[in-house]
């Protein structure tokens, strides 16, 4: 009885002190690492190109309307064409303007026929005057009849220059070069300066511009970085250091690089940005940009001087703020508080970390502070941009190709009245052309 006794109380202290051994190493840590992937915090240059949605605009927008009434005899181009500047667009009927100037030159013929005829009674009035022949009122009346009919000639040829400003306003003609409209008004139409003047429209394509806006943030954290330092701009920080490319819908750059013209004074308060427009050469006129088409705009130029760069998976938001875990000599991580700023799938630590540390880059959702762990090292480094397709040079010659097959093969639609012998000069090249 004594030796089970002996027994049991020795089967019930293994036990016990079992338990109790497992009990300690569970409220303790685990003698094994946790294998974690951990990167070297980068120091570097880093370009920071910023791209937002933009919309393409012409420089240029205008409404042609007529300066003077009457029967819309003919339109002299194509509707959606590039026309140069000076072409004729429109004829208003010139035939009442015709008689209108025929009236003034013969108002005009008339008054100087009167200055003749008071200057020679002025003349003889003055000698006879000179010898006492005349009276003095006689004198003076002369004198007046002929600085009157001087005064007449004035006035009748103003009339006559307002009679050929009003003919010659009745060839519509282009006041700029670029891209015409639809009609608004066709062939045989009544038309008025004051009422149903508009005749079409016209948009300037050389040279574009871009409008988009740029969160207002990150405006003032560029412009903030600038005056401190930490953002530089290429080539001596110029007004030309940042330059703009647009980006079409399948990846395209547009050949051609922009640069900023203008930014709002204001902020915009109900999207909290800056409106801002670059402008774009388009020497050849061609229709790889349009008006009204939606891009992308990259801007490049700027550079954060020694940035400290993280992975965005690095960084852990909590209740007191962003931490990373940094992992020490003794293979031990620390929290480690810090502020961060998004760039391109990374975070730019501007507090917390100098660069050269080993952070744990993933699963940090498992991670607590003084956990041993074990490294394994990933690389980590700047992304690259991936660049816009450039067009290549059989793309921009089938583009232009395009343009001027639309333009050669495609019917004339102007619009003349019957019985007109209106040409204008567009329908002219183009026959001399075939």
């Known amino acids: 009885m004594k030796e089970m006794k002996v027994v049991a109380t020795v089967l019930?202290?293994?036990?016990?002190?079992g338990l109790c051994a497992c009990h300690k190493k569970d409220a303790g840590q685990s003698d094994v690492a946790l294998p974690v992937s951990v990167v070297k915090v980068l120091k570097t240059d880093l370009p920071w190109n910023m791209e937002y949605p933009a919309q393409v605009a012409g420089s240029l927008q205008i409404q042609v309307r007529a300066q003077v009434g009457g029967i819309l005899k003919a339109r002299l181009f194509d509707e959606g064409v590039y026309v140069e500047q000076g072409t004729q667009l429109f004829q208003i009927d010139?035939?009442?303007?015709?008689?209108?100037?025929?009236?003034?030159?013969?108002?005009?013929?008339?008054?100087?026929?009167?200055?003749?005829?008071?200057?020679?009674?002025?003349?003889?009035m003055k000698k006879l005057r000179a010898d006492n022949a005349v009276s003095q009122k006689d004198y003076d009346d002369s004198l007046s009849a002929y600085e009157?009919?001087?005064?007449?000639?004035?006035?009748?040829?103003?009339?006559?220059?307002?009679?050929?400003?009003?003919?010659?306003?009745?060839?519509?003609?282009?006041?700029i070069s670029g891209i015409t409209g639809k009609e608004a008004q066709s062939v045989g139409s009544l038309v008025s300066p004051t009422g149903n003047g508009l005749l079409t429209t016209m948009v300037q394509i050389q040279p574009l511009w871009v409008n988009f806006s740029m969160p207002s943030a990150q405006f003032y954290k560029l412009a903030e970085g600038f005056f401190e330092g930490t953002i530089t701009l290429k080539e001596g920080n110029n007004k030309d250091s940042i330059y703009v490319e647009a980006i079409t819908a399948d990846g395209r750059v547009y050949p051609e690089r922009g640069s900023i013209i203008?930014?709002?004074?204001?902020?915009?308060?109900?999207?909290?940005?800056?409106?801002?427009?670059?402008?774009?050469?388009?020497?050849?006129?061609?229709?790889?940009?349009?008006?009204?088409?939606?891009?992308?705009?990259?801007?490049?130029?700027?550079?954060?001087k020694d940035a400290v760069l993280i992975p965005s998976s690095a960084v852990l938001s909590t209740s007191?703020?962003?931490?990373?875990?940094?992992?020490?000599?003794?293979?031990?991580?620390?929290?480690?508080?810090v502020k961060v700023q998004l760039q391109d799938n990374m975070y730019i630590v501007t507090e917390g970390l100098s660069g050269g540390e080993?952070?744990?880059?993933?699963?940090?959702?498992?991670?607590?502070?003084?956990?041993?762990?074990?490294?394994?090292?990933?690389?980590?480094?700047?992304?690259?941009?991936?660049?816009?397709?450039?067009?290549?040079?059989?793309?921009?010659?089938?583009?232009?190709?395009?343009?001027?097959?639309?333009?050669?093969d495609s019917a004339g639609d102007q619009q003349v009245l019957p019985d007109t012998t209106i040409v204008s000069s567009t329908t002219a090249d183009q026959t001399d052309k075939k």
Do not use: C, H, W
């Open 262 to 304: 203008f930014f709002d004074s204001s902020e915009d308060v109900k999207t909290s940005s800056l409106a801002m427009r670059a402008e774009f050469p388009n020497p050849s006129n061609k229709r790889m940009l349009m008006p009204g088409q939606f891009v992308r705009v990259r801007l490049i130029g700027a550079t954060y």
């Open 12 to 17: 019930s202290l293994i036990v016990l002190g």
């Open 320 to 337: 007191t703020g962003n931490i990373a875990y940094v992992v020490q000599a003794d293979n031990t991580v620390k929290a480690q508080p």
């Open 148 to 175: 009157a009919a001087q005064a007449a000639v004035k006035v009748a040829k103003a009339g006559v220059n307002d009679a050929k400003i009003n003919l010659e306003y009745t060839r519509v003609l282009a006041p």
């Open 358 to 408: 080993t952070v744990v880059s993933e699963g940090l959702i498992k991670i607590k502070p003084n956990m041993k762990v074990t490294p394994q090292m990933k690389d980590f480094s700047l992304p690259e941009v991936p660049p816009a397709t450039q067009p290549s040079t059989t793309t921009a010659v089938n583009v232009e190709s395009f343009d001027e097959a639309l333009q050669r």
């Open 94 to 124: 010139p035939q009442e303007y015709e008689v209108a100037l025929e009236r003034a030159e013969g108002n005009l013929a008339q008054a100087q026929t009167d200055v003749n005829r008071t200057r020679r009674d002025y003349e003889r």
